[in-house]
Nanobody, 116 residues
Framework: VQLQASGGGLVRTGGSLTLSCAAS????????MGWFRQAPGKEREFVAA????????LYADSVKGRFTVSRDNAKKRLSLQMNSLKPEDTAVYYC??????????WGKGTQVTVSS
């Protein structure tokens, strides 16, 4: 599966952004999907995940209540709605796909910058 994230940008503290990840090349519904991020000088960290059917979701404590992950299997699209953004949310955001064998696939990231 190939993944392409988009939707990043520059936003002020308290603002909102919606990230999208378009998938191609395989059956999208076969993959659990997730978002990760990496800030300068830091390791890549988990942000949110969603199961293959979209019923189950999981969030990092740092974004719980502010971010919402969703997917549209018909459109092969993963989304991340980010509200109440903080400067510490500044990072490159990556979408991730994991198949039933726990093999991970990554797309190129999209930069999110939150100004204070």
């Amino acid at each position: 599966v190939q993944l392409q994230a988009s939707g990043g940008g520059l936003v002020r503290t308290g603002g909102s952004l919606t990230l999208s990840c378009a998938a191609s090349g395989d059956t999208f519904s076969h993959y659990a999907m997730g978002w990760f991020r990496q800030a300068p000088g830091k390791e890549r960290e988990f942000v949110a995940a969603i199961g293959r059917t979209g019923v189950s979701t999981l969030y990092a404590d740092s974004v719980k209540g502010r971010f919402t992950v969703s997917r549209d299997n018909a459109k092969k699209r993963l989304s991340l709605q980010m509200n109440s953004l903080k400067p510490e949310d500044t990072a490159v955001y990556y979408c991730n796909a994991q198949n039933m064998y726990r093999m991970d696939y990554w797309g190129k990231g999209t930069q999110v910058t939150v100004s204070s």
